[in-house]
């Protein structure tokens, strides 16, 4: 199974940011998509951003033009900046990754907390 091992959470206060990362232990196997996902207390996991191997991105509308999502193909890891964080970005983030072989696996998660 792969391991996804998640970095760069904290505290931040509104308007700051953060720089999350993510590696995965598949040698060699490469990432199909990339991700990060995020659950608020008593809220659904939700999409933040994916990336597919060749560089497509999708976000999810409210961090629009304030989070980048991008990788590293040749360590299987994924990175999110996020900038101008706001208290309701306050989640735990998990990081995901789809191998073709190997299936999904999800990071342990990594608190964001923004105060205001």
């Known amino acids: 199974q792969v391991q996804l091992v998640e970095s760069g959470g904290g505290l931040v206060q509104a308007g700051g940011s953060l720089r999350l990362s993510c590696a995965a232990s598949?040698?060699?196997?490469?990432?199909?998509?990339m991700g990060w996902y995020r659950q608020a207390p008593r809220m659904q996991r939700e999409l933040v951003a994916q990336?597919?191997?060749?560089?497509?991105?999708n976000y999810a509308d409210s961090v629009k033009g304030r989070f980048t999502i991008s990788r590293d193909n040749a360590k299987n890891a994924v990175y999110l900046q996020m900038n101008s964080l706001k208290p309701e970005d306050t989640a735990v983030y998990y990081c995901?990754?789809?191998?073709?072989?190997?299936?999904?696996?999800w990071g342990q998660g990594t608190q964001v907390t923004v105060s205001s």
């Open positions: 995901r990754a789809h191998f073709i072989l190997l299936g999904i696996s």
């Open positions: 598949a040698s060699g196997f490469s990432a199909n998509t």
């Open positions: 990336i597919t191997n060749d560089g497509s991105t």
